[in-house]
């Protein structure tokens, strides 16, 4: 499987609209996870989804969600995780 | 001793998707068992069942309720919503530390464990959706229950097979009455009517292919069902200071254990359980008009019951009435004895006894006034709710009209 730059952006931008029900139109790379209605339930949905959709393992932590590998800031820094994932080949699952 | 009433009732059950839905089809003696309808039927020798039809959770819930909840919580939230609203009772900051919820559940989210042990051993799925544990734990309707009115006293879930709902229904009694707790939510919880949850039961030989006839002498197995009824249980005071309706009141509980066979009732347990609510409720025998049996249409089961009822009561054996409303609507296992338990107050409320369904030839060793086929009206004073588990664990209720 591979996804273009903006398919994977796309795609990860319907799964938080999906996830938090607001429209796509009001997301964008430049939001911030904890401004935009994800609790903690959520934000492991959020992950699930995304390995789901691209067939990835997030480096995500939740005992200790700051100091793992994966940006969790905003939705752009989950963009860019998942694609040095998919260019690193990780996605061959 | 304080004294606990009953100011709410609410539930979704093969026979109705309220309470006055459901008192009506049993005072109609409707029978909900029919063919169950999920994946894999075919491949069982078991296809009948009373299931609720038509169930949408998305008439119910939003998008994180349908994915956070399995369906047996599905079930007892909305079960709980009708009984608090019911109750007209609003949990504020002052009493919420008072106020708890014990459920019955025997399999909890079983239905979640069925689908995510498929993808994961069938469809070769190495992961599956983080929810699993939060929907599949035992206490996660209690939990929900207890988030959504604002209850932060004791919550907890019980276990205990088919007597689930009644040992919580007995402890939310126990608390209020020793003073640990005002108000407490209460009843219980089963849906595990899915290939998996259908498949286990077929291997004990226990279940009927064709109906569920306690007493009858055609019986030839239980029947499951599904669905959750909740209660709401108050300190009597309490009750009566708001102008709260009082339904009923509980007057008495007890528990015993066979401490013999995990499958095969024994008469003397499940008559110590009897007589020990009778006692607990300071109560002559003969003031028991009516009793909502176990009666699971299982042999063993209804004959034992039967002869730990003339155990107990002697003579007046003959005058009371003993019916089984799971020739309606199955047997719920973990949240059979809740169900039941509207039963219990429609009898000692409304005069409406329950009738024994699809009973078509009499047996020699079920000879008490089964409440054949039609529904009664007929005064009761005190009515017992039975309930027999498998592990021989037996719990026994006894309500009075208010």
């Known amino acids: 499987m591979s996804f ?4 994977i952006r796309s795609r990860i931008i319907s799964i938080v609209a999906d996830l938090t029900m607001q429209d796509p139109e009001d997301l964008s790379a430049e939001s911030l996870l904890n401004e935009i209605g994800l609790d903690s339930l959520s934000l492991i949905e959020l992950v699930f989804a995304i390995e789901e959709a691209f067939e990835v393992q997030l480096p995500f932590d939740a005992n200790n969600p700051e100091d793992a590998d994966l940006d969790i800031t905003s939705i752009g820094s989950i963009m860019n995780a998942v694609e040095v994932l998919l260019t690193e080949g990780q996605g061959a699952g | 001793m304080r004294r606990v009433a009953i100011t709410g009732q609410g539930t979704v059950n093969p026979l109705g998707r309220s309470v006055p839905e459901t008192v009506s089809a049993m005072a109609e003696g409707k029978c909900a068992i029919g063919a169950l309808d999920f994946p894999n039927v075919e491949r069982l020798s078991i296809r009948i069942g009373g299931q609720v039809r038509g169930f949408d959770p998305a008439e119910h819930f939003d998008r994180q309720g349908q994915v956070l909840h399995d369906r047996f919580t599905q079930m007892a939230l909305i079960a709980a919503e009708e009984a608090m609203s019911r109750a007209g009772v609003e949990i504020g900051d002052a009493m919420s530390e008072r106020t708890g919820v014990v459920l019955g559940t025997a399999c909890g989210g079983l239905q979640t464990l069925d689908e995510n042990y498929c993808l994961l051993y069938e469809k070769r799925k190495n992961r599956i959706h983080p929810f699993v544990v939060p929907r599949s734990m035992n206490n996660s309707a209690a939990s929900q229950i207890s988030m959504a009115h604002n ?3 004791p919550t907890y879930c019980v276990a205990t097979a088919c007597a689930s709902s009644n040992h919580a229904m007995g402890q939310a009694f126990q608390m209020i009455r020793s003073g640990q707790t005002d108000l407490m939510v209460t009843g219980g919880a089963e849906s595990m009517l899915c290939f998996g949850g259908i498949k286990a039961w077929e291997g004990l030989r226990v279940m009927s292919p064709d109906g569920c006839r306690p007493f009858c002498a055609s019986r030839n197995g239980m029947v499951q069902g599904e669905g959750a009824a909740i209660f709401v249980f108050e300190e009597f005071e ?6 709260a309706e009082i339904l009923a009141e509980v007057v008495g509980f007890a528990m015993s254990s066979d401490a013999s066979d995990v499958v095969l009732p024994d008469e003397r347990g499940a ?3 009897i007589s020990g609510a009778i006692r607990d409720a300071g109560i002559a025998a003969e003031e028991v008009g009516y009793i909502n049996a176990h009666g699971t249409g299982t042999r063993a089961n209804d004959r034992t019951e039967c002869a730990a009822v003339r155990k107990v009561f002697g003579a007046h054996a003959n005058g009371l009435m003993m019916s089984s409303t799971k020739s309606m609507h199955g047997h719920l296992i973990g949240g059979t004895g809740a169900v039941e338990m509207l039963a219990c107050i429609a009898a000692v409320r409304d005069g409406m006894i329950a009738p024994t ?3 078509r030839k009499p047996d020699p060793e079920c000879d008490l006034d089964v409440v054949p086929n039609d529904a009664r009206q007929h005064r009761v004073g005190v009515a017992l709710s039975n309930a027999f588990a498998f592990g021989g664990l ?3 209720l ?3 009209g208010a």
Do not use: F, L
Not at chain 1, 4 to 7: P, T, W
Not at chain 2, 238 to 243: D, F, G, I, K, P
């Open chain 1, 4 to 7: 273009s730059a903006e398919s």
């Open chain 2, 151 to 153: 209850m932060q006293g």
């Open chain 2, 238 to 243: 309490h009750a009566r200071s708001r102008n």
């Open chain 2, 271 to 273: 008559a110590r359980a």
């Open chain 2, 357 to 359: 369904v699809g009973y």
């Open chain 2, 394 to 396: 037996n719990a026994v």
């Open chain 2, 398 to 400: 006894a309500i009075r």
